[in-house]
C-alpha cells in the first residue's frame, strides 16, 4: 500500500528529500547540458550553410606562410574582429579542408570541434550581445583541391591564387563566409625570396628576414570573403596611373610581362569609359592578375581581377572580344564588389550589370551591335529561364555542382532585362539610375527589391509590374519599343554557366 507522510520519520523524509534533491539536480543537469554541435547559416536560399548567425565581423587578418611547394598546406592563421548580435554560447565560423590546431577567444584557449563545414568554437563563457569578440585560429590551408568542389586556392604553374566565388572561402581560411557579412581585411603573406606575394587592396610593408619575405597589404574599403584575392608567384608587379591618378597595379608572369603590355595598357582608358557611365571608380587601386591556370572563367576579386593568360596569348579571341571581357571584371568593382549581393539570389545584379556593360562596351568601341546582341538573347531567354529560373529567381545549383548558379539567367538574361528598362524608361531615366544605385549602396550590400524601389523612384511611376514579369515571371515578356521580337521554343536555348 502507499506509504503515509505522516507515518514517514523525520530521518527518512530527509532521505528521502536528498533523493528528490538529486534526481531533480540530475534532471537540471541534463536540461542544461551543451546540445551537440550543428552547422549553422543565415537562411540563403542557394547557400543555406552559409554565413552564421550572431554577429558581424569587422576585421579579418590573415597571415599565410609558403614554402615554395604548391601541393603542400600552407601555415597559418586567422584572426577576426567582430561584434555580437546576441548573446552567444557558441560562435560558428565557415571553414572546411584545413586542420584547425588552437582557437583563442578573447586571449583565452577556447574549445572547438567541427560540424559539416562549420568550425563550431566554444569559448571559456558565453559572449553578452554586443560585445566585442575577437577568435584567432591557428590552421593550415590546403592548396590541393577537393575533388568535390571547385576554387579556394587555384595552383597555377610557379605558385597559387585564389577563386573563392560563391561559397569556397571558407577552404582557404574560417570567416563568415556570405557577402551580406562585408569586413575590412589586413594579409600578410610569407615567401622564399625568389616569389612575389600580392595581395587585394594596397601594399603596408615589404620585410625581409633571412631566405624569406613577408608582404602585407590591407584594404580600404570593406569586402565579402567571396572576393579575396591572394597571388604567390614568380610574377612581375607593373604600375601605371589611371584616371585623377588612380594606381594602376598589375601582376603578371615575369617573362611574358613584354607580350602581355599591349592589353594591360588598355585599363586606363576602359575606367574613364566606365567612370563617365556609372561614377567614380569605388576603390583605392584596379589591376588585372593575370596567372598560368586553367580555371575556366575570369574572376572579379576586389581591386585586382584575375585572369587566365590564354584569353590574352593564344589569339584564339578578336581584340574586341578581349576587351569587353576585361570591362566585364572591371564593371564588377562597381557592382558585385563596392555593391554586393545581400543573397546570392540578388547575383543578377552583378551578373547582369556587368554583362551590360561588357555589351555597351563592345558595341561603343568594337562596332558590336548591342541591339543585335540583346535580340539575339530575347529568342534565347524562355529557354534560359527554363532551364534556369528567372533572373531575380535562379533555381538551385545542382548537387555537387554549385557554381552551376552562374547560368546565362543571370548573364544574359538579367542584362536583357536592363535593356528592357532603358526601353521602359529612356536613357537618360536608366543613366541616372545606374549612378545613384552605386553611389548609395558604395561599400554596402543591396537587394533586387532596393533595385526596384529605386528605378521607381527614379522613373517617377510604379515599376512594379514591370520588374514582376522581368525579373520574376517564368517567361519573357514582350520587348519594350520591339513587339516583334519573339522567343524561340524553350528546348533551343540550354546554356551552361559562367563564372566572372
Known sequence: MPLSLRSVTPRVRRAQAALLACAVSGCLIAASAPSPAV?????????PTLGNPGYDVRSYDLSFTYTGDNSKPLAAVTTIDARTTQRLERVNLDFAHGTVESVDVNGAPADFTEAGEDLVITPAAPLPAGSLLRITVRHTSDPVSDKD????????????????????????????????DKAMFTIHVTTPDDYTAVAN?????????????????????????????VSIGRTAVLHRQGPHGLPVRDVVPAKDQAQLEPWLEKTPDQIAWLEKKVGPYPFETYGLLITQARTGFELET??????EEHVFTEHAYP???????????????????????????????????????EALYADETGHQSLEARMKAAYALSDGWRASGGPPAEPKLPE??????????????????????????????????????????????????????????????????????????????????????????????????????
Open 39 to 47: 552547422p549553422l547559416g543565415i537562411g540563403d536560399r542557394l547557400y
Open 149 to 180: 568542389r571547385q576554387g579556394g586556392w587555384v595552383r597555377t604553374d610557379d605558385g597559387l591564387a585564389m577563386a573563392n566565388q560563391a561559397d569556397v572561402a571558407h577552404l582557404v581560411f574560417p570567416c563568415n563566409d556570405h557577402p551580406s
Open 201 to 229: 587592396g594596397v601594399p603596408v610593408s615589404t620585410r625581409r628576414s633571412g631566405r624569406t619575405t613577408t608582404w602585407t597589404y590591407r584594404t580600404q574599403h570593406p569586402m565579402a570573403t567571396e572576393l579575396t584575392q
Open 302 to 307: 576586389q581591386t585586382l581581377s584575375l585572369f
Open 319 to 357: 581584340t574586341w572580344y578581349v576587351e569587353s571581357i576585361m570591362v566585364h571584371e572591371l564593371s564588377h568593382q562597381w557592382f558585385g564588389d563596392s555593391v554586393s549581393p545581400r543573397t546570392w539570389s540578388d547575383v543578377w545584379l552583378n551578373e547582369g550589370h556587368a554583362t551590360w556593360y
Open 399 to 500: 548537387p555537387g555542382r554549385k557554381i552551376s548558379l552562374f547560368r546565362p539567367s543571370v548573364y544574359d538574361g538579367a542584362a536583357l532585362m536592363l535593356y528592357a528598362l532603358r526601353q521602359k524608361i529612356g536613357a537618360p531615366a536608366f543613366q541616372r539610375l545606374e549612378r545613384a544605385w552605386v553611389a548609395l549602396h558604395h561599400d554596402s550590400t543591396a537587394s533586387t527589391a532596393d533595385f526596384e524601389r529605386l528605378a521607381s523612384d527614379t522613373a517617377g511611376r510604379d515599376l512594379g509590374p514591370f520588374f514582376r514579369d522581368w525579373l520574376h515571371g517564368e517567361k519573357t515578356p514582350p520587348m519594350p519599343g520591339h513587339p516583334d521580337w519573339k522567343s524561340d521554343p524553350v528546348d533551343s536555348a540550354k546554356g551552361t554557366e559562367q563564372v566572372g
